[in-house]
């Protein structure tokens, strides 16, 4: 197992355009969570997911975002009319109990042009 | 609403010296984990230290050690023996026992190592 992975790494989009990110958590963890990270912030939640059920979403989560985590296994963050505001480091964690912390991804940095 | 606050936003250490980072947190719950995490440049954040608010002792890993003041509200990092690979960006975080399963994180402090 080689950790949280996501793809892409890097994006860039121009404005209105819709974005697409994935995240494959540790196999066994069954909490997948969603955070956003602006230049020099600590990061942000956006939602989380115990298995396929979506069971917390932030305020930030407006709606052009949707997640989802089909099978409980990997997990997709989609923005739609993308806006400069969006431009971020996206990050996905996994976790196994709610005693542990997380394991952290290396992101996904999107920038909108 | 919990609030974790950094107030130093930056800090340097001599290597092979000390360092303390502080946060503070504010919470009406009694029962929460606090965190520490890494972030290096360009890197994916990493757990550096955890402490459980019911236990007293206060948690060690390795160089690294915490001061836990449940009543003052606060859980600062203490790095031992500082090395150039410490240097990053240090996020404190808190985390509720009950409902609410996010990390709610502190803005960062970032540490600089001399050598």
């Known amino acids: 197992d080689t950790g949280v992975s996501q793809n892409p790494r890097h994006k860039i989009t121009k404005r209105g355009q819709n974005v697409t990110f994935r995240c494959d958590p540790i196999s066994e963890h069954n909490r997948l969570y969603w955070y956003r990270q602006t230049l020099g912030q600590g990061p942000e939640f956006l939602t989380y997911f115990q298995n396929e059920a979506q069971l917390e979403k932030s305020r930030l989560l407006s709606d052009r975002f949707s997640a989802e985590r089909p099978k409980g296994s990997f997990s997709t963050l989609e923005i739609q009319r993308t806006e400069q505001g969006d431009s971020a480091m996206y990050l996905c964690a996994s976790s196994l109990a709610l005693t542990y912390g997380y394991t952290f991804g290396s992101g996904t940095r999107l920038t909108v042009v | ?115």
């Not at chain 2, 600062?76 to 404190?92: E, N, R, T, V």
Request: hydrophobic share 35%; charged share 20%; aromatic share 12%.
């Open chain 2, 1 to 115: 609403a919990q609030t974790v606050t950094q107030s130093q936003p930056e800090m340097s250490v001599q290597e092979a010296e000390t360092v303390t980072l502080s946060c503070t947190y504010d919470t009406s719950e009694s029962d929460y984990y606090l965190f520490w995490y890494k972030q290096p440049p360009s890197r994916q954040m990493i757990l550096v230290i955890r402490q459980e608010a019911y236990k007293q002792q206060n948690a060690t890993e390795n160089r690294f050690s915490v001061n836990f003041q449940k009543a003052a509200k606060s859980f600062s990092l203490k790095i031992s023996d500082s090395q150039l690979g410490d240097a990053a960006m240090y996020f404190c975080a808190y985390r509720s026992a009950g409902a609410g399963n996010m990390l709610t994180f502190g803005g960062g402090t970032r540490l600089m190592v001399k050598p």
